[in-house]
């Protein structure tokens, strides 16, 4: 098992030097290894240092992030098909995001507003599936479903309304796209701080799992933990989104690929969902950099291809 | 060793104005069984005791302490239940489901140890399912599944046991296998607390019997005491003949519809 976690730390090793060689310009490794002895060409320094080492480790951090989210709200929800996003977590952070371009801010601005939209999501949900007597799952499912339509159609509703100059930006951000992080530091402290944080916890997720009174059963101060997962995924997924807008597809299919080689041992599925996340999601925003270089897609675009597929795959063959 | 003890406990089964309080006094050594008709409270009763469910009034004391006083990985070390009904929402082996018995005892830290998967392998093999530990639990049988439960409360291994129907799907040869089993924890200073159906695994099994009636009275004692004919033909409203066999009454219900 701890090798299975090697060969993922390996895996994300080398897909990070992939994502620094390749590009626009393609470096070779001496001269890769070269800068990180401290030395080679100007140009190359500031190719690989200012820009594509930011973005590649605001990549992995936004993967990981999303990855271990989708994990911990499948154990949550005692649903396979939950993912980050399924409490409209990210339509809150979309129509925060929005307004603050709508109203012409700039980056940062647009991030706290985006950070801020989904902590609203996640009290708005938390709250009215609450209601008068305890949640549950299921209810706790549907008021989430129902809440992320109706952000989607708010965002419908100010895409409409927006002159057509402001759209590509938003369009982009709605897509998910990685140039958008100014920083990766945030992310990657969050993301590892968080990884720390649960992965005690992680044998009572695995208890969690068998429903909450056999948790109950064996010692599991359940609400309590649902809670500390719920705050905690919520923030994960917010973090995500306030640093490369709504990625798709990594928070739903990153956990179940583990799970089928794995196993569900939440001990090995968290640490691991953090290194594979953070690695398809570099893989893929090194794709939306060079497919149609000098151009770039959008990250989000790349992942949903990889991920419509491969989760309909999953699906088939879980019967 | 460990007891349990209500006072004037009424349990809270829904729909259901009032109820009859409950003052039990349950000893180590001793096997309880609990009878009564579908819907008379019996599972209630059992998550009640485990302090899964609010009482409507009343208490429960374990080893002389308020049990809703104790923390609840405190408590899982000293009573442990087998529900009548689990989910398994996730793909888990049986060897996995049996280590989580061993979760009230480890730290966060921690992981199982050789111990652990030593003990957890020995009740596999007190249930006949140690064959089936890399099994996927979903592709076992009901009753296959229904011994790995209770082998997953003999390795978490608490002074208290309660199980909820732990002969459900079980084959004639396993049933008295288990019920054996409980005598023999009983017999090293283990309390059991059981529900079951068979009013004969009862009468044979049992030291003690609770006697649960839909209106909610209740009734209960001895086994040989609380086992008359009279009483359990009124618990189930259903006709019974009984006969003495091998030392132990055995309870057949006559063929006809009861009076109306």
């Known amino acids: 098992m701890i090798r299975s976690l090697l060969c993922l730390g390996v895996l994300s090793l080398v897909a990070v030097v992939l994502a620094m060689a390749l590009g626009s310009v393609t470096i070779p490794l001496p001269d890769l290894w070269q800068v990180v002895l401290g030395e080679g060409s100007a140009l190359h320094r500031t190719l690989l240092i200012d820009l594509r080492l930011p973005r590649t480790l605001a990549a992995f951090a936004t993967g990981g992030l999303l990855a271990v989210a989708g994990a911990l709200m499948q154990v949550l929800l005692r649903n396979p098909l939950a993912d980050p996003y399924v409490l409209g977590l990210s339509g809150g952070a979309a129509v925060g995001a929005l307004l603050a371009m709508l109203a012409g801010m700039g980056t940062l601005l647009i991030s706290g507003s985006a950070f801020a939209g989904a902590m609203l999501a996640t009290v708005l949900v938390f709250g009215l599936a609450h209601g008068t007597g305890s949640w ?96 905690l995924a919520s923030l ?14 990594v928070g739903l299919i990153v956990p179940h690929m583990l799970r089928l080689v794995l196993g569900n041992d939440q001990r090995i599925i968290l640490p691991a969902s953090a290194l594979a996340g953070g690695t398809l999601l570099v893989l893929a925003d090194t794709l939306a950099r060079t497919v149609i270089a000098p151009e770039q897609l959008p990250v989000g675009v790349i992942t949903a291809l990889l991920g419509v597929p491969t989760f309909l795959y999953l699906l088939h063959r879980s019967r | ?168 799907h079980l084959d004639l040869h396993h049933q008295v296998k288990v019920m054996n089993l409980l005598a023999d924890q009983a017999g090293t200073g283990k309390t059991v607390f059981l529900c079951l159906h068979d009013l004969n695994l009862a009468a044979r099994w049992c030291s003690h019997v609770l006697l649960l009636y839909t209106s909610g009275d ?43």
């Open chain 1, 136 to 231: 549950t799952p299921s209810r706790l499912l549907l008021t989430g479903v129902v809440v992320a339509a109706g952000w989607g159609a708010v965002i419908t509703l100010m895409l409409a309304l927006t002159p057509s100059y402001k759209l590509p930006g938003m369009l982009y951000w709605l897509m998910g796209d990685v140039s958008y992080a100014r920083s990766p530091w945030p992310a990657l402290i969050v993301l590892i701080i968080s990884v720390g944080l649960i992965l005690p916890l992680a044998r009572n997720l695995n208890v969690l799992a068998r429903g909450p009174m056999q948790a109950a059963a064996l010692g599991v101060s359940v609400r309590p933990l649902e809670w500390t997962i719920y705050v």
């Open chain 1, 236 to 249: 994960l997924t917010a973090t995500a989104v306030t640093t490369a807008g709504s990625i798709g597809f």
């Open chain 2, 1 to 168: 060793m460990s007891t349990l003890r209500t006072h004037d406990l009424i349990i809270n089964v829904p729909g259901r104005p009032d109820g009859f309080s409950l003052n039990l006094n349950i000893e180590p050594g001793q096997i309880w069984g609990v009878l009564g008709p579908n819907g008379a409270g019996k599972t209630t009763l059992m998550h009640t005791l485990a302090g899964l469910l609010p009482a409507r009034s009343g208490q429960i004391v374990l080893n002389d302490i308020l049990l809703k006083e104790q923390k609840r990985r405190h408590i899982a070390r000293q009573l442990g239940l087998v529900f009548q009904e689990r989910q398994d929402s996730f793909p888990a082996t049986v060897m996995e489901t049996a280590l989580i018995g061993r979760h009230p005892w480890l730290s966060p830290w921690e992981s199982e140890q050789g111990e652990d998967q030593a003990r957890a392998a020995q009740a596999l093999t007190a249930l006949d399912v140690n064959h089936l530990s890399d099994r996927l639990l979903n592709t076992l049988s009901g009753g296959e599944r229904q011994r790995v439960a209770i082998a997953t409360l003999m390795t978490q291994n608490p002074d208290i046991w309660l199980l909820d129907e732990p002969t459900n």
């Open chain 2, 218 to 260: 209740a009734c209960w004692g001895p086994a040989e005491t609380m086992l008359e004919p009279s009483a359990l033909e009124q618990l189930y409203d259903q006709k019974l003949i009984t006969v003495e066999v091998d030392g132990a009454s055995l309870f057949v219900p006559v063929r006809s519809a009861p009076k109306p």
